[in-house]
């Protein structure tokens, strides 16, 4: 297989990333007003179309904002790129060693929020096409690049594409590991909201996805509170009456790597607030990340062990609310689980209100699209690591004949959803060159 990449295209790649990252793409909007999602996801839109007209493509947005794409080449079958350029939150800033999204060069990686997830991969696959492009080679069907502004939160976007637009033969979504993700986990997303509290005040959290790095108290009974906690070994600070606690914030997906500040909040919290939602924390989740106390256990051979991630708790004088993200074995029905977290949660007060479902992915091994890719991979790499799962949630599941591949490396730590979140360039400029040579195959051949 041909190298394809140039210096030339490492150099605008990295110009062009900058730029992505640089806007704070942030969901800031209710989905119903224009545009749906806030201006800056609006702007990261605009300028990777821009971007994408400057490689020679032709693009469309849509109208109320929810999404774009691009498009080359020609015939009757569609090959689709599937990205988003919606970033989670950046969290605790005082944790990063550079500004979130001042997209710095440091030590050899793109640093900023969105780097690894989606904008780094993003940018790989959009210049590996172009090294396509530029070596004069024919495409003999279409490629799309699909942009989506809504992937951290309710996939809106993907909803609006697939209602109005054309759905492609085949494709795939670097938005992943390499090499190919042909199984995803079911996601389930819920709220229980139960009885509020004069008592106590909490507001600890961010994003469903992500498993919470820090949680704060805030009262009279700071104290009380550290003391228990010294006991039970919980890692905290104080500051007069604010204790925080310190976890390791990662994507839920694989929350069992990270440590829920909240979960752990809520162990020393119930010996001094007994209130009915820190009580089901501290009985019914404790430090588990798979489930156990609510469902049993819930594994199966292909995609593995549920994760049950805790990702925000507020309590006021008016309700109480957990946010919770589920990834789910593909062979098991989601509406089993539902069923079982309303009976675990009744008895504390909270009521089960969902946020969002989506079904798992599961393209067979043996079908012509993995076999292809993992040919790419391994004859680029020389790494012969079998086809993934995951608990991760990618548009791949979003359409049919689609995979998740790339553009994370194995041997190379995650930093999703994650603070100095970054990119190595020399692994940028891999994903690129295997981009190129998926493209290649898959449109030109």
């Not at 492609?168 to 139960?194: H, N, R």
């Not at 020393?268 to 009580?279: A, F, W």
């Not at 549920?306 to 993200?325: G, H, M, P, R």
């Not at 992915?361 to 086809?387: C, F, G, R």
Request: with cysteine; glycine share 8%.
């Amino acid at each position: 297989m041909k190298n394809w990449v140039t210096k030339i295209h490492q150099d605008e790649s990295v110009i062009a990333l900058k730029k992505l990252v640089s806007i704070p793409s942030i969901n800031t909007g209710d989905g119903k007003t224009y545009p749906p999602f806030g201006q800056a996801i609006a702007d990261c839109l605009a300028q990777a179309l821009s971007i994408c007209e400057t490689l020679g493509m032709k693009t469309y947005s849509d109208p109320a904002g929810f999404y774009g794409y691009a498009d080359y080449g020609q015939g009757e079958e569609l090959v689709a790129v599937l990205c988003h350029l919606d970033v989670v939150p950046e969290g605790d800033v005082s944790l990063w060693e550079t500004p979130p999204f001042g997209a710095v060069i440091k030590d050899g990686k793109l640093i900023g929020r969105g780097s690894q997830d989606d904008k780094g991969p993003t940018i790989a696959a959009l210049y590996g096409f172009k090294a396509v492009v530029d070596e004069g080679v024919p495409f003999k069907k279409r490629i799309r690049f699909v942009f989506g502004t809504d992937e951290e939160t309710l996939w809106r976007c993907m909803e609006h594409y697939n209602a109005k637009e054309e759905q492609p033969t085949m494709g795939f979504v670097p938005d992943s590991s390499f090499p190919v993700t042909y199984a995803e986990k079911g996601l389930l997303q819920v709220k229980l909201i139960g009885p509020g509290s004069s008592d106590i005040t909490l507001a600890c959290g961010d994003a469903f996805n992500i498993v919470p790095g820090r949680a704060d108290f805030e009262g009279k009974d700071a104290n009380a509170l550290h003391e228990k906690m010294l006991e039970m070994g919980v890692t905290h600070t104080v500051d007069g009456n604010l204790i925080t606690v310190n976890g390791k914030a990662v994507h839920a997906s694989v929350a069992e790597q990270g440590v829920n500040a909240i979960n752990q909040l809520a162990k020393g919290l119930v010996h001094i607030y007994p209130h009915p939602t820190v009580n089901f924390l501290a009985e019914k989740v404790r430090d588990e990340t798979n489930g156990w106390s609510i469902f049993g256990e819930i594994k199966d051979e292909m995609t593995g062990e549920l994760t049950f991630n805790v990702a925000s708790l507020s309590i006021d004088e008016k309700k109480s609310e957990i946010e919770i993200d589920l990834r789910i074995p593909v062979s098991f029905p989601i509406e089993d689980l539902v069923q079982k977290l309303k009976e675990v949660a009744e008895p504390y007060g909270l009521d089960y209100y969902e946020f969002d479902r989506v079904a798992g992915l599961y393209v067979p091994k043996e079908s012509d699209l993995v076999q292809t890719l993992m040919a790419i991979y391994q004859s680029k790499t020389n790494d012969l690591t079998q086809p993934l799962t995951s608990g991760g949630a990618t548009y791949a599941r979003t359409m049919k004949n689609m995979v998740a591949f790339g553009a994370h490396f194995p041997t190379t730590e995650s930093l999703a959803h994650q603070s100095n979140e970054g990119i190595s360039l020399d692994e940028l400029f891999q994903a690129m060159d295997i981009y190129a040579e998926t493209i290649f195959q898959l449109c030109c051949e």
